[in-house]
Antibody, heavy 120, light 110 residues
Framework: QGQLVESGGGVVQPGRSLRLSCGVP????????IHWVRQAPGKGLEWVAV????????YYADSVKGRFTVSRDTSTNTLFLHMNSLRDEDTAVYYC?????????????WGQGTLVTVSS | QSALTQPPSASGSPGQSVTISCTGT?????????VFWYQQHPGKAPKLIIY???QRPSGVPDRFSGSKSGNTASLTVSGLQAEDEAYYHC??????????FGGGTKLTVL
């Protein structure tokens, strides 16, 4: 129940782009806000972005604003994180997580994460 | 915006209680009752254990409890068990549709 599945991680050079995907259970897609959260190696969690339950609004952490974009495909219940101009400090495990509510409050169900390594 | 402040480590013996703090500001913890706590075992995804400061999701043992006073939230684990050894993270709503996390606390069961 509530299982989210991320994919798309890998090794990418600085300055390049990468797109992550997150498969969201049907029962929560369109009802809950959905977050992207990352965790650099050996570090704590860092909130990255959130998409509102209806896909009409998106909000970003200052560290990624202007470089990362969230979108969704309602036909496949999939959330995307488009990452541009990647930097070394973007290296992390990226998790998608549904909110407890339809708006931004905190994370309930989490995926298993996908590792992004930015390195030349 | 700076991360919420958590102690890097905490410890206790089996059966004892341990409390982990999460300190923010009037812009986050002190204003909103959207404080969440997560448990994370090494190599695993975080798991929600407390939401809205004090609420436990279904299936989370009542040994886990949360509270808040002013700008500081706390997670108490009572009757420590070996499987409670993990990292614990807090998060708070910070206004303007932003979340903020703490740096995480490693709980060791002695």
């Amino acid at each position: 129940q509530g299982q989210l599945v991320e994919s798309g991680g890998g090794v990418v050079q600085p300055g390049r782009s990468l797109r992550l995907s997150c498969g969201v259970p049907r029962f929560t897609f369109g009802y809950s806000a959905i977050h992207w959260v990352r965790q650099a190696p050996g570090k704590g969690l860092e909130w990255v972005a959130v998409l509102s339950y209806d896909g009409s609004s998106e909000y970003y952490a200052d560290s990624v604003k202007g470089r990362f974009t969230v979108s969704r495909d309602t036909s496949t219940n999939t959330l995307f994180l488009h990452m541009n101009s990647l930097r070394d400090e973007d290296t992390a495990v990226y998790y998608c997580a549904t909110d407890v509510r339809s708006y931004c409050t905190g994370c309930k169900y989490w995926g298993q994460g996908t590792l992004v390594t930015v390195s030349s | 915006q700076s991360a919420l402040t958590q102690p890097p480590s905490a410890s206790g013996s089996p059966g004892q209680s341990v409390t982990i703090s999460c300190t923010g500001t009037t812009s986050d913890v002190g204003t909103y009752n959207y404080v969440f706590w997560y448990q994370q075992h090494p190599g695993k995804a975080p798991k929600l254990i407390i939401y809205d400061v004090t609420q436990r999701p279904s299936g989370v043992p009542d040994r886990f409890s949360g509270s808040k006073s002013g700008n500081t939230a706390s997670l108490t684990v009572s009757g420590l068990q070996a499987e409670d050894e993990a990292y614990y993270h807090c998060s708070s709503y910070a206004g303007s549709n932003n979340l903020i996390f703490g740096g995480g606390t490693k709980l060791t069961v002695l």
